[in-house]
């Protein structure tokens, strides 16, 4: 797997991460650099850990699955993708309640943002890639991308958090399709 294709993965998950750190600097109480910091930090921890996690699961099942894992990846790649457009398309309900950067709203959230990390190391396994890197890189974008989301959501509001998501939910649909054509390929 390319560095480009790590990113734009990377930039895929990290997308429902940005639109919460959106909505997240829109509420009074994560105005500040203690906030920002605890979003991205969690926030890029937990888009580390998930893929980790997901890739010794998925280690352990890939010698079942070798002859079909290219439709697997897709369909993960796909739910995942079809659940971030989902979401995109549906009004927020009570994310501006209370402060996302502390205690359990903080931990859910950041669970929540992930588990779609989850299932992409699952996918690294059945290709045979590494974990580490990617879910560096991944951990590392999505930090980067909170802070722009919460500076984002300081200064415009929840105007473009949404197509932000549905953006990040095509671009994972669509490196799906390209890794199974490319297994078709060859």
Request: hydrophobic share 55%.
């Amino acid at each position: 797997m390319t560095f480009i294709e790590i990113l734009f993965i990377s930039v895929g998950l990290a997308m429902d991460a940005f639109a919460v750190s959106i909505c997240a600097g829109t509420n009074e109480l994560t105005k500040g650099k203690r906030p920002t910091f605890r979003l991205s930090f969690h926030f890029g921890l937990f888009q580390f850990l998930m893929p980790v996690l997901g890739w010794f699961l998925g280690s352990g099942i890939q010698r079942y699955i070798e002859a079909y894992d290219h439709w697997v990846v897709l369909g993960l790649l796909a739910f995942v993708g079809l659940k971030m457009i989902k979401s995109g398309f549906e009004k927020d309900t009570d994310i501006k309640k209370g402060d996302l950067s502390k205690g359990m709203n903080l931990v859910m959230v950041s669970i929540a943002t992930s588990l779609d990390a989850f299932a992409i190391g699952i996918s690294f396994a059945m290709l045979n890639t590494g974990v580490w890197y990617p879910s560096i890189i991944i951990g590392i974008v999505t930090a980067v991308l909170s802070i722009v989301g919460v500076r984002v959501g300081n200064k415009l509001g929840t105007k473009f958090g949404k197509k932000m998501e549905i953006l990040g939910g095509i671009i994972l649909i669509i490196i799906g399709i390209r890794i199974l054509i490319g297994h078709i390929a060859t």
